[in-house]
């Protein structure tokens, strides 16, 4: 069972470039979220999912995109990197937010230049 | 995120002393979770909480939510080196579906 998966695990980004954050879960799980991860700011969520289809804002969207078009994919994109969105990127995925724990993924160190 | 306070920012024990770490919400939660990171890698779930007044073990650490449900506190006892790392608390309030994380606790054991 692979759990979460996240890729790249590493990124490096020049000011102004666009990429997309992957996250995959193989555990038929309807809430995803993505996570950025600062020295002393603990997890910020930046968009979350209860199913395919449906999306939301978390606490620091600007700068980001996501789509679910699947319920196993939930990907991140960065329109235009800043040097702001250097960061740790978590994905997480739980059955139902109230039913137990979130599966994290190993995280992607993301440098913008 | 503020709307969920961890106490303390960081912690330095000698091994073998117990320690705690309180997280503290304004508001209901309906489900708070604690996770610990070793420095680097992904987060591992310990424990979660829902009802008033629950308290859940695993080894030696022991997760408390309180009779109202805006405060949880987790215990260490005997730490070893293995405690080491960041733990976070994180919570769903009222009846949204986000989860949000605290600011995180960095736990150093010293030998």
């Known amino acids: 069972n692979a759990g979460v998966t996240q890729t790249p695990k590493f990124q490096v980004l020049k000011t102004g470039q666009s990429m997309t954050l992957q996250c995959a879960q193989d555990m038929n799980h309807e809430y995803m979220s993505w996570y950025r991860q600062d020295p002393g700011m603990g997890l910020r969520l930046i968009h979350y999912s209860v199913g395919a289809g449906i999306t939301d804002q978390g606490e620091v969207p600007n700068g980001y995109n996501v789509s679910r078009s699947t319920t196993e994919d939930f990907p991140l994109r960065l329109l235009s990197a800043a040097p702001s969105q250097t960061s740790v990127y978590f994905c997480?995925?739980?059955?139902?937010?109230?039913?137990?724990?979130?599966?994290f993924g190993q995280g992607t160190r993301l440098t913008v230049v | 995120s503020q709307e969920l306070e961890q106490s303390p920012q960081s912690l330095i024990v000698q091994e073998g002393k117990n320690l705690t770490i309180n997280c503290t919400s304004s508001?209901?939660?309906?489900?708070l979770y604690w996770y610990k990171q070793k420095y680097g890698e992904g987060l591992i779930f310990l424990m979660m909480l829902q009802k008033g007044g629950e308290e859940k073990s695993h080894e030696k650490i022991t997760a408390k939510l309180d009779e109202k449900k805006q405060q949880s506190s987790l215990h260490i006892t005997a730490s070893q080196p293995s405690h080491a790392g960041i733990y976070l608390c994180?919570?769903?309030?009222?009846?949204?579906?986000?989860?949000?994380f605290g600011k995180g606790t960095r736990l150093h054991i010293l030998p």
């Open positions: 994180g919570a769903v309030m009222n009846r949204d579906d986000k989860i949000i």
């Open positions: 508001k209901t939660l309906y489900g």
């Open positions: 997480a995925s739980s059955y139902q937010w109230r039913g137990g724990e979130a599966f």
